[in-house]
């Protein structure tokens, strides 16, 4: 069994730490596991337009994909079935919204944060998302910050 998702890394170009909005989620161990927004694509959108809708939903955060970032795949076992999970992760600059995860259709979130680009390797549980935030750290110079 195979499943797509996406998400991103949804950046806040007007801090000047360059924050990013992060969500908090209960894992089955019942630990607290701060990760990126993502989820399954819906009927006929793409990857970029399922990340914007993701994090909108999940953070509350409105997003403009600047870039794709890359891809994480990895293996995972659901009801005694093998799932092959693809998340297609991309770079978006935050447009609008309000932090909040009062808008999260599934209710997974339980907080949503802004933390600083920087801070984002400690904050993150999963080291596939940490390698995601390097890529974006050598593409956000390819666009005005200002």
């Known amino acids: 069994m195979e499943e797509t998702s996406a998400g991103g890394i949804v950046v806040n170009l007007n801090s000047p730490a360059l924050e990013v909005a992060v969500i908090a989620r209960i894992n089955r161990a019942g630990r607290l596991e701060w990760c990126l927004p ?49 998340v297609h992760h991309f770079l978006l600059r935050a447009i609008g919204g309000e932090l909040t995860i009062e808008n999260d259709p599934d209710h997974e979130a339980v907080a949503a944060a802004w933390v600083p680009f920087e801070e984002l390797p400690q904050r993150l549980s999963f080291a596939n998302e940490r390698r995601i935030v390097i890529a974006a750290r050598h593409t956000l110079p390819r666009f005005d910050l200002s």
Do not use: C, N
């Open 38 to 86: 993502k989820g399954h694509l819906e009927g006929e959108e793409t990857p970029a337009q399922a990340a914007m809708r993701e994090v909108a939903e999940e953070t509350g955060i409105v997003g403009k994909v600047l870039a794709p970032l890359g891809s994480v795949d990895y293996w995972f076992s659901a009801a005694g079935f093998r799932v092959h999970k693809v």
